[in-house]
T-cell receptor
Framework: SAVISQKPSRDICQRGTSLTIQCQVDSQVTMMFWYRQQPGQSLTLIATANQGSEATYESGFVIDKFPISRPNLTFSTLTVSNMSPEDSSIYLC??????????FGPGTRLTVT | GENVEQHPSTLSVQEGDSAVIKCTYSDSASNYFPWYKQELGKGPQLIIDIRSNVGEKKDQRIAVTLNKTAKHFSLHITETQPEDSAVYFCAASGNTNAGKSTFGDGTTLTVKP
């Protein structure tokens, strides 16, 4: 298994500002992912965070809006840029422990006013 | 791409009864099927998973069954307890997209004492 922590746990932000979310894992993992969960909805994959290379984004998500860093095998950040109320969601960091098991962090609850 | 449908969206049972949640998937290449429990204010917690080379897996009061031919899998919870109340998500992924799971829409389970 994996223990994942995220910072901040929640935040209330003003429209037009940016927020950087941090994800820390207790062991080295190759595969890290960022998901979004809108209120009362299911989980949607934003991007795969690759160590040593650029993140890979899913359809509907772009690097300018959601820049991601992956400086090492235990840490990643997701920035939500130029926020609007539609960005109000739970943002979840996730890792895969070989070969398939996928674990999630506690989430960052973002409210944009 | 993969499409996962989950039913029912809400389920209410009496304490001690059994609960069954069903999911269907569309991509025959999917071979890993996890179930997650998400309590209010928390991230999804992996509770059980099954791979396509087995038909059933049990862990104490929970079990998962898989029918590859029909492309459906189910979560069974026996002797339900109030602490089982949560939102349950099924998911599907394959060898080439581990971590890029497609999730069902979730089932809100309420166990009445």
């Amino acid at each position: 298994s994996a223990v994942i922590s995220q910072k901040p746990s929640r935040d209330i932000c003003q429209r037009g500002t940016s927020l950087t979310i941090q994800c820390q894992v207790d062991s080295q993992v190759t595969m890290m992912f960022w998901y979004r969960q809108q209120p009362g909805q299911s989980l949607t994959l934003i991007a795969t965070a690759n160590q040593g290379s650029e993140a890979t984004y899913e359809s509907g998500f772009v690097i300018d809006k959601f820049p991601i860093s992956r400086p090492n095998l235990t840490f990643s950040t997701l920035t939500v840029s130029n926020m609007s109320p539609e960005d109000s969601s739970i943002y979840l960091c996730s890792v895969v422990i070989y070969p398939y098991e996928q674990y999630f962090g506690p989430g960052t609850r973002l409210t944009v006013t | 791409g993969e499409n996962v449908e989950q039913h029912p969206s809400t389920l209410s049972v009496q304490e001690g009864d059994s609960a069954v949640i069903k999911c269907t998937y569309s991509d025959s290449a999917s071979n890993y099927f996890p179930w997650y429990k998400q309590e209010l204010g928390k991230g999804p917690q992996l509770i059980i998973d099954i791979r396509s080379n087995v038909g059933e897996k049990k862990d104490q009061r929970i079990a998962v069954t898989l029918n590859k031919t029909a492309k459906h899998f189910s979560l069974h919870i026996t002797e339900t307890q109030p602490e089982d109340s949560a939102v349950y998500f099924c998911a599907a992924s394959g060898n080439t997209n581990a971590g890029k799971s497609t999730f069902g829409d979730g089932t809100t389970l309420t166990v009445k004492p």
